[in-house]
């Protein structure tokens, strides 16, 4: 039978790592906590927020808050203090992490094939696809399809017996536990979810950034009069909103590439703890700093921000609606009209 209370001999970690992890690890939930939390309040408060951009927003904020708000506390505790958790809480606590991750991931191709299709596609394709009812089978899809990795994961659960080696493999817990990881079936799951969402991500950022350069060129060789005369600078936005994209998929990239080779070499052979833990940690920050990715170059964000700063609370009863307009020079651009609501939701 697995004792909770003792420790394989080996397993202290000296006390400089464990301030500094367990440092790293309050750092990083309470600033995710924070800004997550922050997102979610002002899109219930404030209905012109209430869009289905924003809904897969705060989708990925509830389950970052699975990460920041829930497992990284009692890393940070389970780290400082070396102590362990019963086994049913230990796998509940652990079962939450890899719903929260998978859920994550999964929000974050929601977004990005949500601006793929407004940037791209005409109003009516994406008002047609991105219903209230659509959205909602969207965002209620990610969950179920984690919950069933997960479902499979738990019926498969078995606790081994904890080891202190030098080299662990991949799924190792800083703690000295055992991570939810462990199971080949978790860490092949989540190289797989990392894998897939990371191609398509690139490849609807990729697609808006062609088609955003493709728009100054025709703009600037085109040189209509009547562009001259629309509510805004037309290139500068434009070539502003293409190395946004850019940042986007190198942000997601660099925190998600390292944990996904580490997951893939330790399925085949021990990884060192120094390159998981490095690699996991990577991969912490990107629910922490999901919010502020997806929010800061969003205006309507920034001014519903200010306003609760300011304690105009009342301003969150306007009625907001999807960022979709449809003008006069239509028949001139034809898809002008989805590249100008995108331009207004990133600035």
Not at 172 to 201: E, R
Not at 273 to 294: D, E, G, K, R
Request: with cysteine; proline share 4%; glycine share 6%.
């Amino acid at each position: 039978m697995h004792n909770d209370t003792e420790r394989p001999a080996g397993c202290e970690l000296g006390r400089g790592a464990r301030i500094s992890l367990s440092t790293i690890y309050t750092f990083m939930s309470v600033f995710g906590t924070v800004l997550n939390l922050l997102v979610i309040y002002l899109v219930v408060t404030f209905k012109k927020l209430r869009t289905a951009s924003n809904a897969f927003i705060v989708n990925g904020c509830v389950a970052d808050l699975l990460v920041c708000a829930f497992w990284m506390p009692h890393e940070a505790v389970a780290i400082f203090t070396g102590s362990t958790l019963v086994v049913g809480y230990h796998v509940f606590k652990e079962a939450l992490l890899f719903l929260g991750i998978t859920v994550s991931l999964f929000s974050h191709s929601l977004i990005a094939v949500n601006r793929y299709v407004l940037i791209t596609k005409t109003p009516a394709t994406y008002q047609s696809l991105y219903q209230k009812r659509h959205t909602e089978w969207m965002i209620g899809g990610s969950w179920l399809l984690s919950l069933g990795c997960l479902l499979s994961w738990l019926t498969s659960f078995r606790y081994p017996k904890e080891r202190c080696v030098d080299t662990l493999d991949a799924t190792a817990s800083f703690a000295g536990g055992i991570s939810v990881m462990l199971n080949p079936f978790a860490g092949g799951t989540l190289a797989f979810t990392v894998i897939a969402q990371t191609v398509i991500v690139l490849y609807c950022y990729f697609k808006i950034f062609r088609r955003v350069q493709i728009s100054v060129k025709r703009v600037s060789i085109l040189n209509f009069q009547i562009v001259n005369n629309l509510p805004y600078s037309f290139p500068r936005k434009d070539k502003r909103l293409g190395f946004y994209v850019l940042a986007v998929c190198f942000i997601f990239f660099l925190t998600t590439e390292p944990i996904f080779w580490v997951l893939v070499a330790g399925l085949f052979a021990p990884v060192p703890v120094a390159l998981w833990t490095s690699a996991w940690i990577i991969f912490c920050t990107l629910f922490v700093s999901n919010p502020f990715l997806y929010t800061w170059k969003n205006e309507e964000f920034r001014k519903s921000l200010r306003s609760v700063m300011r304690g105009d609370f009342w301003r969150g009863s306007t009625v907001g609606v999807e960022p979709i307009t449809i003008n006069t020079i239509s028949h001139i651009f034809p898809r002008q009209n989805s590249r100008r609501a995108f331009l207004g939701e990133m600035n």
